[in-house]
């Protein structure tokens, strides 16, 4: 035990940017070279134990953080991984309006094969579906000008009304903007 304090004397009081004890050697201040008292320091009372143990905990509650951020990532893509449906997998040829998710499923897929047809320009994708008391209601979005950034584009968004059995009755614009510009929507 003596032998620990002597080696503690010796050694800098400072802590270092992680908070550990500095392990240079101490000059007749009691700090190394690189340090002074300007430092936060390790006070003389605590002993070598103390500092010890002080330590550990501080790297069990790093490993505990860590182990946490761990498990939210994991949990975070398992979420994700169960609400993504893929519309390819949906059976569109028996849509039933009370069958909401596989209704909307349907029409996503039905929008997206003929929106830049219909419109006459690039599908860029869809923002919006909705039933309607007779039919149902897409707002889709269509690159109507490219540039270069593609930050720059101009985008149009189109309201298309469709039947219960997903024929399109007609559409409409409802208006434009940079694909940059976050401001319309804030």
Partial sequence: MAEAE????DQCRARTGD???CSRPAQDDGFCYQHDESDPTVSDSQSA???EQEDQDDDQDQSAEAE???QEDVQSAEMADEEATDPEDVDTGDVDGKDQIEGVLAIRKIVQSTAGK??????DGVSEIS????????????????AVPDTQDII???????????VVQGYRRLGRYRRGDTKAFE
């Fill in 118 to 123: 219909l419109i006459g320009h690039e599908f």
């Fill in 68 to 70: 946490n951020e761990e």
């Fill in 49 to 51: 134990d103390e500092q």
């Fill in 19 to 21: 908070g550990e004890r």
């Fill in 156 to 166: 149009g968004r189109y309201e298309i009304e469709l039947d219960e059995d997903g």
């Fill in 131 to 146: 039933p309607m008391d007779e039919g149902w209601r897409a707002v889709v979005e269509v690159i109507e000008r490219s």
């Fill in 6 to 9: 002597s080696n503690t004397a």
